[in-house]
């Protein structure tokens, strides 16, 4: 995780600063390669770059489907390198107005969704039988929000999911 701080961006503008990001970069990009070293995670970041390579300009899905600029992808990769280890992994989707969709189904009335756009905030929605509903949680690109995550989790395993808005 450590090294996953030292590939973003910061206040370190000088020339060994930008090697030390390049480099840490590069062992990053190789480890998620690898399904023996980074698990299933590194197949949904293949599939979310995938995506952007398939929608890099608007009009992407024959309509008025905006691009997915890099900032979505590199958040979203974001998110899935946030999920712990032992969390269910969603199929992923491009969206109309340039987000990214992470889509859980336990069935056809128990889904959960996360939308990940251009900012930091996360638009999540739930089905659960009859009980439905959405809000936005507040993603810092480290940490899943505890609210998301517990109910990806309650919903994917099967009990009620006690979902609230906060």
């Not at 889509?103 to 889904?111: H, I, L, Q």
Request: proline share 4%.
């Amino acid at each position: 995780m450590a090294l996953y701080l030292a590939t973003r961006t910061g206040s370190a503008v000088s020339r060994e600063a930008a090697a030390v990001r390049a480099c840490a970069s590069a062992i990053v990009a190789s480890t998620e390669r690898s399904i023996a070293l980074f698990g299933a995670k590194s197949a949904v970041i293949d599939r979310i770059h995938e995506l952007a390579a398939e929608c890099e300009a608007d009009g992407w899905d024959g309509d008025d489907g905006v691009a997915l600029a890099q900032d979505v992808v590199d958040r979203a990769v974001s998110f899935i390198r946030a999920l712990p280890d032992d969390a269910p992994l969603p199929e992923v989707a491009p969206e109309p107005d340039g987000s990214i969709s992470f889509d859980w189904t336990a069935a056809r009335t128990r889904m959960f969704s996360v939308s990940v756009g251009a900012t930091n905030r996360l638009a999540y929605a739930w089905i659960d039988g009859t009980d439905r509903g959405h809000a936005v949680a507040r993603f810092d690109g480290d940490m899943v929000p505890a609210r998301v995550l517990g109910g990806i989790r309650e919903l994917m395993n099967g009990r009620a999911a006690a979902l609230r808005v906060a």
